[in-house]
């Protein structure tokens, strides 16, 4: 069974996410199996949505944490990697000099992408299994800057970003502006009341997953389920929330705009259960990597 190893780098607005994945090539297809996750907390969205750019301590702490995964990678004979950088490094004026910078010093070369191709990575996903005989879903990633939804209609997808984010939220930056084009997309899709199958993405969706689901074997949530816990967790302070649900000191505070956004989309769209495949725009970018790599094998 052929091995193949490849990386993705995340630069979101809360954090900075990098992945070494492994693809068996199967007779069945590719397996993919994640190999190294590492998460490093930072807190660009901070800089960005409030001072609209990246503070000198943050680019410097950034530009350590490159490092870093330049020597992971190196170590792992890795096939190839891709590094994208979300809503934070769009926003600030700085990003692109950022980006320039972490070139010059640890060469990596980091794209800064739009909201659409985001959306695009992360829900080119292959569906679930037990997801594949609906015709309809829509995929929802909570992240710290920006919210993306997927909509998909049997052989068509439509996709939409939107500045709701989970760092914007906690620092008052979210416009009712957004959240009305947010409604007006449902509505022009038709999903409003529609009872749509929503698959959940993102840090925060996947941690009250764990939590939350009734049994290890399920794949979804219930509404109820997130309701409770939101009301539970609004009840405790800062400290009793780590202490409490185990969690990260940076993941004890956005959980909860996070749970509001989605319930907010939940009440427009009243669905009934979120299925989440614990999959985000890391794993997005690994396959489109395997992807490019065999359509280059074809063509050679």
């Avoid at 015709?135 to 709701?164: A, Q």
Wanted: hydrophobic share 35%.
């Amino acid at each position: 069974m052929k091995q193949l190893k490849f990386a993705s780098i995340d630069i979101g607005s809360n954090a900075i996410r990098f992945l070494l994945s492994y693809v068996f090539e199967t007779p069945d297809g590719p397996f993919f199996k994640k190999g190294i996750l590492l998460r490093v907390p930072l807190r660009l969205g901070e800089d960005a949505f409030t001072l609209g750019r990246i503070s000198i301590d943050k680019e410097k702490r950034m530009i350590e944490a490159m490092h870093s995964f330049k020597h992971l990678m190196a170590s792992q004979d890795i096939i190839s990697y891709r590094a994208y950088a979300t809503s934070a490094m769009r926003d600030a004026i700085n990003g692109p000099l950022i980006v320039d910078h972490i070139k010059k010093h640890c060469n990596i070369d980091i794209q800064i992408i739009s909201g659409e191709l985001e959306a695009n990575v992360i829900s080119g996903e292959e569906i679930p299994k037990f997801l594949k005989a609906k015709d309809k879903m829509l995929y929802v990633d909570v992240g710290g800057g920006s919210t993306e939804l997927t909509y998909h209609d049997e052989d068509k997808s439509y996709r939409e970003s939107f500045n709701i984010g989970t760092i914007r939220f906690m620092h008052d930056q979210v416009k009712k502006e957004e959240w009305k084009r947010l409604k007006t997309w449902l509505k022009e899709h038709k999903l409003m009341d529609s009872q749509v199958p929503i698959l959940g993405s993102g840090g925060n969706i996947n941690k009250i997953f764990k939590m939350k689901r009734h049994k290890s074997g399920d794949f979804h949530i219930t509404t109820a389920a997130l309701k409770s816990f939101y009301k539970e967790i609004t009840e405790l302070s800062y400290e009793e929330r780590i202490v409490e649900y185990n969690l990260n000191p940076d993941r004890a505070d956005v959980i909860i705009p996070a749970s509001m956004i989605f319930l907010k989309i939940i009440d427009y769209t009243d669905t009934r259960k979120i299925y989440v495949p614990k999959t985000g725009l890391s794993d997005g970018i690994i396959r489109s990597l395997y992807e490019e790599y065999k359509l280059e094998l074809e063509e050679q």
